[in-house]
């Protein structure tokens, strides 16, 4: 497995010469959002999606 240094490494080298500190942070955090939500389905701490909907119904009020 990569160290968290060679993965970030990655992830800037895999993003365009003109992107912006912005724009480059928004992948890394995307990164990490993905690989917590990995963890969190592999530990069984999901939601049915009727679940979700219910939730999303109740914030469109």
């Known amino acids: 497995m ?11 080298q895999g993003q365009p010469e003109d992107s912006s ?10 990164a990490q959002m993905v690989k917590r ?3 969190d389905s592999d530990e069984g701490r999901t939601i049915s ?5 219910r939730r999303i119904r109740t914030w469109q009020k």
């Open 2 to 12: 990569a160290s968290i240094k060679e993965q970030m490494i990655r992830i800037i």
């Open 21 to 30: 500190f912005d724009e480059i942070l928004r992948e890394l955090a995307f």
């Open 37 to 39: 939500g990995l963890a």
């Open 49 to 53: 999606n009727e679940e979700m909907k």
